[in-house]
């Protein structure tokens, strides 16, 4: 009896203080680094966010956002208002820019008769853009669609992140987003992801890790399958890395006209395509275009093909900063000159954007600050 | 394997279990001996025969030395044993350099000549053979008969890499008493290497993050961003190596072992002087013991004793590397340490002092930290154009991209009130927090340090700055 008592006190005391340390840990988190995910599992999309929910993410940036009632991060849908959405990931979304910084902000500021719906979502690529729009239209009638790419976008597209749809005799009819085995984990979690700041941050530290374990094993296995195969006698010798940039110019192109074909469907042909390049801002203190992937060109083919108006907003950035040296893109917690757009970026975005929009819409005698 | 590897917390682990397991002292000193060497082979496993050669050479040379009764015979072996020594040590840390720089004198491409693979640590343990030599020979010590434990003493693996450096008196000794796994031992030995976790992971993986880019391409950014940067990698180097050491220290006391303080709050020096009995303290009386005064110290007259610090400091810069940017670095700081022991012998000094002391230490204090500062740039640039390329863009107001790394400017915050703290209260830099008390604040102070770690480790970790020493 006496031996044990000491025990269960000590016991006690310790579980307690681990319990108080999470709790400390979970406030800091919550103060310092993200606010707990609201992604949730969605079967089209893999997984969207929580509709009128607060996100917090202070990697980059550091900014506090609400979602809509659509599970955009964006303001209500005005429908006194004439609407223009814009399509695309992070960037568009405006990932750690506070809204007001936005460059759906600044052009709603500039063009008041004009409400921009921010499509973009974190993570996605080229193949969810379409099931976004059509789910946007469910509540609104966008009148002109933008779609933003930049460099990165066309690897989604080609590296087994999409499901291709193809007739009876092999012919490319539609490319879907493809659900996959982390969004399926993520489902599972989703409960203790959405309460916990502490939770969510740990699991976004362990994915690039876990990413890595998972993508040596497949390189390991893909060798040794190339190496054990009929075609391949010499047991010694290497199997090929994959060729992005090559894939690009076979597939990519095709495959993204496709996308802007379906997008140009739902927006009954109103859809405009705009990009940036593969900007490198602090080499040797000069700008340089990283054109290993030719993304950029393939952004144009693509267009192109679909016969969708193309705007490059690489001389525009570049020529902010060689003018201003203001950096566009990166952020003070990290990385200057690199990552996503800053709100620099955004008002620079905004100001190219603003043209474009007026070109398309026709609007006359919108006043302009 | 660093310290913050997972493969070194398997290490550990492993090295834990068996160390229970295992019975008398001889078996554990065996394992830890094994265990070291391993840990060493990891980086490469040719290095674990020149350890060997370093440490076993030392050894036979110094039974040599107690062997004998000649005063003569005994000072040959001591040179030998430095000469095989410090002979291997500038083999294998300067070859390149003077090669390199003697055939950049000639013009000829590096590419002519050998390259040579420094071997993680070797500063380090030579110099810890170097004083067992030197100890033994003026009668400090008496001689190590047993190989094994000798061994042991140079490649002990917690210090092994990056110190501090231990002195054979010191180490030895314990050895002898019973080595075993102790309750309390095992606590502060965590709370020690969670503390140093702290200072590497958290505080110099995040100002790295900030000074890296600028260090790399200074003239790109403005004097503003500069000055800061120059003040980030004066926190990343401290957390880098006061953080490695205090995890070393940890290391070694969860086994049993107590190894000395490396650093004491080197930045609240009032004086050039305070600050190298502050900063890496295991070198500088390392340098002081065995270069200084066997180079005459202060017994030879003034200008003898000004010459003598200025030739320490130029040699202790350049066991920091081969480079002539670590000659430079260590010639001004000889040179700061000679003007602050002439300025000493001023009756304005003295006047100074006795009617002023507050201001006394401020400016002392300002003057200490801004000449400290400014010297890590040339000790942590790569080139001399980019020190003088980053001195000329603080000093002319350079314009250019405004950077201000919002997470570096948390931790010099963090690390103002941490110097305040220990001005106020004087405690030493080894006393982590006393949490010691009852097994709730033990408890809750080692999960929240975890914890910390985990969530505010940077996802490119770096090795040790010192690892390259």
Redesign the interface.
């Known amino acids: 009896m006496n031996s044990s008592k000491p025990f269960s006190s000590s016991f006690i005391a310790v579980a307690l203080a681990i319990i108080l340390a999470l709790l400390s840990a979970e406030l800091i988190v919550r103060v310092a680094v993200t606010s707990p995910s609201i992604q949730t599992f969605d079967p089209e999309l893999g997984y969207r966010y929580l509709p009128n929910s607060w996100i917090m993410l202070g990697k980059e940036g550091w900014a506090y956002n609400k979602t809509n009632e659509l599970g955009l991060i964006d303001q209500a849908v005005s429908p006194s208002k004439q609407h223009v959405v814009v399509l695309g990931d992070s960037i568009v979304e405006s990932k750690q820019v506070h809204y007001t910084d936005s460059f759906a902000a600044h052009i709603e500021q500039t063009l008041n008769e004009i409400e921009i719906i921010n499509g973009g979502h974190s993570s996605y690529n080229p193949s969810h853009y379409p099931l976004v729009l059509q789910r946007i239209k469910q509540s609104s009638k966008p009148q002109l669609s933008i779609l933003f790419l930049h460099p990165g976008e066309m690897i989604g597209l080609v590296s087994g992140a999409t499901q291709l749809i193809r007739d009876e005799n092999g012919t490319l009819i539609d490319i879907l987003p493809k659900v996959s085995s982390a969004d399926q984990i993520k489902k599972k979690l989703e409960p203790f992801m959405q309460h916990s700041a502490l939770f969510t941050h740990l699991m976004r530290k362990l994915k690039p890790i876990a990413n890595d374990a998972i993508s040596d094993y497949r390189e390991s296995v893909r060798k040794l399958k190339y190496a054990f195969s009929s075609e391949n006698t010499a047991l010694t010798q290497s199997a090929p890395t994959l060729d992005i940039a090559s894939l690009i110019v076979s597939d990519g192109i095709d495959r993204l006209a496709l996308i802007l074909e379906k997008i140009k469907r739902e927006s009954d042909g109103q859809l405009v395509v705009v990009f940036y390049d593969n900007i490198q801002f602090l080499e040797n203190g000069k700008v340089s275009l990283t054109t290993d992937l030719n993304e950029g060109d393939a952004f144009k083919g693509a267009a192109q093909i679909a016969q969708v108006p193309v705007y490059d907003l690489t001389p525009t950035l570049v020529q902010h900063y060689q003018t201003t040296k203001e950096l566009p893109l990166g952020f003070h917690n990290l990385i200057p000159g690199d990552g996503h757009l800053n709100p620099i970026g955004h008002k620079v975005v905004a100001d190219a954007l603003v043209p474009i929009i007026q070109e398309h819409l026709l609007i006359q005698g919108v006043a302009q600050k | 394997m660093i310290f913050t590897s997972i493969a070194f917390l398997i290490f550990l682990s492993v090295l834990l279990a068996s160390f229970i397991i295992a019975r008398g002292n001889t078996t554990r000193t065996y394992l830890l001996l094994i265990a070291s060497y391993f840990f060493y082979g990891w980086w490469d496993y040719r290095f674990m025969l020149l350890l060997f050669f370093a440490s076993f050479t030392a050894w036979w040379l110094g039974n040599k030395m107690v062997e004998t009764n000649d005063p003569l015979k005994k000072k040959r072996y001591l040179q030998l044993s430095l000469v095989i020594s410090l002979g291997t040590l500038a083999f294998f840390k300067y070859f390149n350099f003077f090669v390199g720089s003697f055939y950049g004198v000639l013009g000829i491409e590096k590419s002519v000549f050998w390259e040579i693979t420094l071997p993680v640590g070797i500063s380090f343990y030579i110099f810890q053979a170097v004083s067992y030599s030197i100890d033994l020979y003026r009668g400090n010590i008496s001689h190590c008969h047993s190989l094994t434990k000798f061994l042991l003493y140079v490649s002990f693996f917690p210090q092994l890499v990056a110190g501090p450096i231990v002195r054979a008196v010191d180490f030895l000794p314990q050895l002898d008493k019973d080595i075993r796994i102790r309750k309390e031992n095992v606590i502060v030995g965590a709370q020690l290497f969670l503390g140093g976790a702290i200072q590497k992971v958290i505080f110099a993986d995040t100002l790295r993050?900030f000074a890296d880019?600028i260090f790399a391409?200074p003239?790109?950014y403005s004097a503003g961003t500069l000055w800061l940067a120059m003040l980030a990698f004066a926190g990343q180097i401290f957390g880098d190596f006061a953080g490695y050491s205090l995890m070393a220290i940890g290391i070694a006391r969860i086994f049993g072992f107590e190894l000395p303080e490396n650093f004491r709050m080197p930045y609240i020096s009032r004086s050039i002087t305070e600050f190298w009995r502050r900063w890496h303290k295991s070198l500088s009386f390392w340098l002081r013991d065995y270069l200084y005064i066997s180079l005459g110290g202060n017994r030879k007259g003034l200008h003898r004793t000004y010459f003598n610090l200025i030739a320490t400091m130029v040699l202790g810069g350049l066991w920091h590397g081969a480079s002539w940017n670590f000659v430079l670095w260590g010639f001004l700081h000889g040179m700061a340490l000679a003007i602050h022991k002439l300025w000493e012998t001023t009756s304005i000094a003295r006047t100074f002092k006795s009617n002023l002391p507050t201001a006394n230490a401020l400016f002392g204090w300002s003057l200490t930290f801004l000449f400290v500062c400014l010297l890590w740039i040339p000790f942590r640039a790569e080139t001399f154009e980019i020190s003088s390329q980053f001195l000329q863009g603080m000093f002319t107001f350079q314009?250019?991209?405004q950077?201000?790394?919002?997470?570096s400017l948390a931790i010099f915050a963090l690390l103002f009130i941490w110097h305040s703290l220990y001005i106020i209260k004087a405690k030493p830099l080894m006393s982590y927090p006393d949490v010691g008390i009852?097994?709730?604040?033990?408890?809750?102070a080692l999960?929240?340090t975890t914890?910390?770690i985990?969530?505010f480790a940077p996802?490119d970790a770096s090795p040790f700055v010192y690892f390259q020493f």
């Open positions: 993050q880019p391409e003239t790109l314009q250019g991209i950077w201000y790394h919002t997470p009852t097994r709730f604040h033990t408890a809750y999960s929240i914890l910390m985990v969530i996802e």
